[in-house]
């Protein structure tokens, strides 16, 4: 029986993070039949989440855990996921590189997998992602943009294979029709226009990690004035998409711990909506989500993995990015001008560029994504049987 230790983001509060996690054990339960999977992650509230790994708890109170299974482990899997940068809190790299240092100095062979890399603007950030590449056997990455961050941090060879989440078991179209019927959705052939946007105003870059500070009331749960415009402006977008499409607003919140809340965003902006032709679901599982994802006619995104959910289904997808992740998606799919960075779309007031991406991508019919996200999942895949012979070989 081959032993698996994941080393994973948080699985227990972000629909993004679980996802990569439950794809990550599905692909790996394909590929070493009989292999016990240990997933670090929140104990009480993982272990129901993903019924294929033992999960042992985070921090100090798996330390122990962490050490045994590390010492016995045939692979030591690091990611995927945006890990590695620090626009979140300057302690997020030294925090990584140092449990990535602590797997391969128990022996474990550890794979980057799928990393979501940079931005590292830090001199430390980057002292600790070469620490960490160093550690690794195999170095690879989501996106080109993590690329050429990445591979300015290591010798070693560093390959671009796709976030987990692509490759996610969506649930069936049954339990997405029910779901959304259950929320007044209509079914009348009216364009569903998927909305999954996040506060993004909070301060960046110091050592305190958001969550933490938040825990303190070191951050404000409000977003200031940037967050009033951004939800004045999305509202006027919104309205105008109902008006000119008779189109219905599904907003699909996928974080919506209270240091993040973007359920809480998403109310507010239906608050400044003339329309009432909107919808707020709260989905917490990612196969059902990824689903209704693709009864959606295009979905706007403002989180990383809702876009990767939508276009793994072959529905359109427009981006407001607040990090350079999703220039590196974006460019993965063949869809760089389909992308706003949140702070022009605020400061320069381009509520009429984003209409107009939108009004395009309700008119596509995905562009060629389909046959893209295969090709993806395709490479996912062979990334991971590169993987199983290596372990197997030895």
């Given at each position: 029986?081959?032993?698996?230790?994941?080393?994973?983001?948080?699985?227990?509060?972000?629909?993004?993070?679980?996802?990569?996690?439950?794809?990550?054990?599905?692909?790996?339960?394909?590929?070493?039949?009989?292999?016990?999977?240990?997933?670090?992650?929140?104990?009480?509230?993982?272990?129901?989440?993903?019924?294929?790994?033992?999960?042992?708890?985070?921090?100090?109170?798996?330390?122990?855990?962490?050490?045994?299974?590390?010492?016995?482990?045939?692979?030591?899997?690091?990611?995927?996921?945006?890990?590695?940068?620090?626009?979140?809190?300057?302690?997020?790299?030294?925090?990584?590189?140092?449990r990535v240092a602590l797997a391969r100095l128990l022996g474990a062979r550890v794979v980057?997998?799928?990393?979501?890399?940079?931005?590292?603007?830090?001199?430390?950030?980057?002292?600790?992602?070469?620490?960490?590449?160093?550690?690794?056997?195999?170095?690879?990455?989501?996106?080109?943009?993590?690329?050429?961050?990445?591979?300015?941090?290591?010798?070693?060879?560093?390959?671009?294979?796709?976030?987990?989440?692509?490759?996610?078991?969506?649930?069936?179209?049954?339990?997405?029709?029910?779901?959304?019927?259950?929320?007044?959705?209509?079914?009348?052939?009216?364009?569903?226009?998927?909305?999954?946007?996040?506060?993004?105003?909070?301060?960046?870059?110091?050592?305190?990690?958001?969550?933490?500070?938040?825990?303190?009331?070191?951050?404000?749960?409000?977003?200031?004035?940037?967050?009033?415009?951004?939800?004045?402006?999305?509202?006027?977008?919104?309205?105008?998409?109902?008006?000119?499409?008779?189109?219905?607003?599904?907003?699909?919140?996928t974080y919506n711990v209270t240091h993040e809340g973007d359920d809480q965003v998403c109310?507010?902006?239906?608050?400044?909506?003339?329309?009432?032709?909107?919808?707020?679901?709260?989905?917490?599982?990612?196969?059902?989500?990824?689903?209704?994802?693709?009864?959606?006619?295009?979905?706007?995104?403002?989180?990383?993995h809702p876009t990767i959910f939508a276009a793994g289904m072959g529905t359109p997808v427009?981006?407001?990015?607040?990090?350079?992740?999703?220039?590196?998606?974006?460019?993965?799919?063949?869809?760089?001008?389909?992308?706003?960075?949140?702070?022009?779309?605020?400061?320069?007031?381009?509520?009429?560029?984003?209409?107009?991406?939108?009004?395009?991508?309700?008119?596509?019919?995905?562009?060629?994504?389909?046959?893209?996200?295969?090709?993806?999942?395709?490479?996912?895949?062979?990334?991971?049987?590169?993987?199983?012979?290596?372990?197997?070989?030895?």
């Open positions: 029986m081959r032993k698996i230790l994941i080393l994973a983001g948080d699985v227990t509060g972000n629909i993004g993070d679980m996802a990569i996690a439950e794809s990550t054990i599905a692909e790996l339960n394909a590929q070493f039949r009989g292999a016990h999977i240990t997933l670090v992650a929140d104990r009480d509230k993982a272990a129901k989440n993903f019924p294929g790994a033992h999960v042992i708890p985070k921090g100090v109170l798996g330390l122990g855990a962490l050490i045994k299974t590390a010492l016995s482990c045939d692979l030591a899997i690091c990611g995927g996921g945006g890990l590695f940068q620090d626009d979140d809190s300057r302690i997020k790299m030294p925090y990584w590189g140092l980057g997998y799928c990393l979501g890399v940079g931005p590292l603007t830090h001199g430390l950030s980057r002292f600790f992602g070469r620490l960490a590449f160093a550690c690794m056997s195999v170095v690879s990455v989501r996106d080109p943009i993590a690329y050429e961050v990445a591979k300015g941090l290591t010798s070693r060879p560093v390959s671009i294979i796709p976030d987990p989440a692509i490759a996610l078991a969506p649930a069936s179209t049954e339990e997405a029709d029910k779901l959304l019927q259950d929320h007044g959705v209509p079914s009348d052939g009216s364009p569903l226009i998927g909305v999954a946007v996040r506060k993004w105003f909070h301060r960046r870059g110091s050592y305190i990690p958001h969550q933490v500070a938040f825990r303190l009331g070191l951050r404000r749960t409000e977003g200031g004035g940037s967050f009033d415009r951004m939800t004045t402006q999305l509202a006027d977008v919104l309205d105008q998409l109902v008006r000119r499409h008779h189109a219905h607003i599904v907003f699909m919140p109310e507010e902006i239906i608050k400044k909506m003339h329309s009432q032709r909107t919808s707020l679901i709260r989905i917490s599982e990612p196969s059902l989500y990824k689903s209704v994802a693709g009864r959606l006619k295009v979905l706007l995104g403002g989180r990383m427009v981006g407001l990015s607040y990090n350079p992740k999703f220039r590196g998606f974006f460019q993965l799919i063949g869809c760089p001008d389909k992308l706003i960075s949140i702070e022009d779309f605020v400061e320069k007031k381009m509520t009429g560029k984003l209409l107009e991406l939108i009004e395009d991508s309700l008119g596509a019919s995905g562009d060629g994504l389909p046959a893209t996200a295969s090709r993806l999942v395709e490479r996912y895949r062979d990334f991971n049987t590169t993987i199983a012979r290596m372990v197997l070989q030895t």
